[in-house]
Nanobody
Framework: QVQLVESGGGLVQPGGSLRLSCAAS????????MGWYRQAPGKQRELVAG???????NYADSVKGRFTISRDNAKNTVYLQMNSLKPEDTAVYYC???????????????WGQGTQVTVSS
């Protein structure tokens, strides 16, 4: 089976920075893509940023120019560097990955447990 382990969440002041990390482990045959979603209270979960194995990236309009997603394929790890944080960035951030396991060789989506990011003065 596959597990995603997240780290880096916390409390920061407006204008501050955080870096989130997510490492995939388990019976991994290949990883097609990894990314980050977030969900604030009373709102739907939304895509923040994603990256594929070939390096293609996409971002939500609300974070373009402030957030940067990157990936270390050798470590099966994805990062989200968050700068110039705003109160509206407050949410639970979830790591996700599209992975084929050594058992099935079929692509499936996996989710991390979520990490809280709070931006407040």
């Amino acid at each position: 089976q596959v597990q995603l382990v997240e780290s880096g969440g916390g409390l920061v002041q407006p204008g501050g920075s955080l870096r989130l990390s997510c490492a995939a482990s388990g019976s991994i045959f290949s990883i097609y893509g990894m990314g980050w979603y977030r969900q604030a209270p009373g709102k739907q979960r939304e895509l923040v940023a994603g990256i594929t194995t070939d390096g293609s990236t996409n971002y939500a309009d609300s974070v373009k120019g402030r957030f940067t997603i990157s990936r270390d394929n050798a470590k099966n790890t994805v990062y989200l560097q968050m700068n110039s944080l705003k109160p509206e960035d407050t949410a639970v951030y979830y790591c996700n990955a599209v992975i084929a396991t050594t058992i099935t060789h079929i692509l499936s989506r996996y989710w991390g447990q979520g990490t809280q990011v709070t931006v407040s003065s």
